[in-house]
T-cell receptor
Framework: GDSVTQMEGPVTLSEEAFLTINCTYT??????LFWYVQYPGEGLQLLLK?????DKGSNKGFEATYRKETTSFHLEKGSVQVSDSAVYFC??????????FGTGTRLTVIP | KAGVTQTPRYLIKTRGQQVTLSCSPI?????VSWYQQTPGQGLQFLFE???????NKGNFPGRFSGRQFSNSRSEMNVSTLELGDSALYLC?????????????FGPGTRLTVL
């Protein structure tokens, strides 16, 4: 069945460091891929998405490229800020608005 | 445009009771999905409604049920609560029930079962 495997956390970085959070997926067909972010005490916010192979999603300095050949959708940011501290979830669409989520990666950015 | 709203935000119940959670989607959105988030199991899909019809259901027992009204607002109900039902319940809406649609999440209802 469809599933998402996400890099285990937690991840602690210094401000302005480079961020990579790995995400790989297993799916039949060609799902859309998403990164969601959850700040403390809040629900999920869509960070970026990609709907087909080689698409690059980007938002707020974050980027991820849909790699069909490696079934990956790694999240990257060139210079993290303290305000980026949150839990990041990789997800794929299973059709009919059924999202499969990874386990989440907690990011802490220290000044 | 107002976002997805969920009520109540916090709820405390005891084992054996039942609970109803409410979700109001973004105006114009016709699809509502529900998810359960727990530390142990992560985010799991419960069910999805579109035009008052359940179109998809996750792997949860029949104690979990839902419905959608003609104005797209949705409720989910959990009967005979168990301790393991303690979780953050998230509702998400999208314009329609398509794989390419983006789901927008509400802040969640945190349910604690004692």
């Amino acid at each position: 069945g469809d599933s998402v495997t996400q890099m285990e956390g937690p991840v602690t970085l210094s401000e302005e460091a480079f961020l990579t959070i790995n995400c790989t997926y297993t799916a039949t067909g060609y799902p859309s891929l998403f990164w969601y972010v959850q700040y403390p005490g809040e629900g999920l916010q869509l960070l970026l998405k990609a709907t087909k192979a080689d698409d690059k999603g980007s938002n707020k300095g974050f980027e991820a490229t849909y790699r069909k050949e490696t079934t990956s959708f790694h999240l990257e940011k060139g210079s993290v800020q303290v305000s980026d501290s949150a839990v990041y979830f990789c997800a794929l669409s299973g059709g009919a608005n059924n999202l499969f989520f990874g386990t989440g990666t907690r990011l802490t950015v220290i000044p | 445009k107002a976002g997805v709203t969920q009520t109540p935000r916090y709820l405390i119940k005891t084992r054996g009771q039942q609970v109803t959670l409410s979700c109001s989607p973004i105006s114009g959105h016709r699809s509502v999905s529900w998810y359960q988030q727990t530390p142990g199991q992560g985010l799991q899909f419960l069910f999805e409604y579109f035009s008052e019809t359940q179109r998809n259901k996750g792997n949860f027992p029949g104690r979990f049920s839902g419905r959608q009204f003609s104005n797209s607002r949705s409720e989910m109900n959990v009967s005979t609560l168990e301790l393991g039902d303690s979780a953050l319940y998230l509702c998400a809406s999208s314009i329609q029930a398509g794989e390419l649609d983006t789901q927008y999440f509400g802040p969640g209802t945190r349910l604690t079962v004692l």
